[in-house]
C-alpha cells in the first residue's frame, strides 16, 4: 500500500502562481513515477504531468512552458509547479503513484484560478 497526501492547492487570481506538494508513503519502490492530474467540473480526469524515478518528464500541451514537474526521492515526495494560471486551469489536482505493485492515487487539492 501507498498512501498519498496532496497539498498547496488554493485560490488564486488568473496570472498567479501555485506549487502543489505530494507525499508519498508506505510500501514505495525504487522505480516508479509519479503524475499529477486535474479533473475539472463535468470533465475527465487528464493528466497535467508525469515524472519517472530517473527524472524524465512528460507535460500535456496545456502544461508545456507554465508547469513544472519536479521531485525528491529523498522525501518521496512530488512537486508541482504552475505559473500563469488561468480560469480553464480550475481543476481537483490529484497525484498519481504508479509502481511495480500498481496505481495508487491521493484525495487531491482543489485549485481555483479567479479571472
Known amino acids: 500500500q501507498v498512501q498519498l497526501v496532496e497539498s498547496g492547492g488554493g485560490s488564486v487570481q488568473a496570472g498567479g502562481s501555485l506549487r502543489l506538494s505530494c507525499a508519498a508513503s508506505g510500501n514505495i519502490f525504487s522505480f516508479n513515477a509519479m503524475g499529477w492530474y486535474r479533473q475539472a467540473p463535468g470533465k475527465q480526469r487528464e493528466l497535467v504531468a508525469i515524472?519517472?524515478?530517473?527524472?524524465?518528464?512528460n507535460y500535456a500541451d496545456f502544461g508545456k512552458g507554465r508547469f513544472t514537474i519536479s521531485r525528491d526521492n529523498a522525501k518521496n515526495t512530488v512537486y508541482l509547479q504552475m505559473l500563469s494560471l488561468n480560469a480553464e486551469d480550475t481543476a481537483v489536482y490529484y497525484c498519481?503513484?504508479?509502481?511495480?505493485?500498481?496505481?495508487?492515487w491521493g484525495r487531491g487539492t482543489q485549485v481555483t484560478v479567479s479571472s
Open positions: 515524472i519517472s524515478s530517473g527524472d524524465s518528464t
Open positions: 498519481r503513484y504508479m509502481g511495480r505493485d500498481g496505481n495508487y
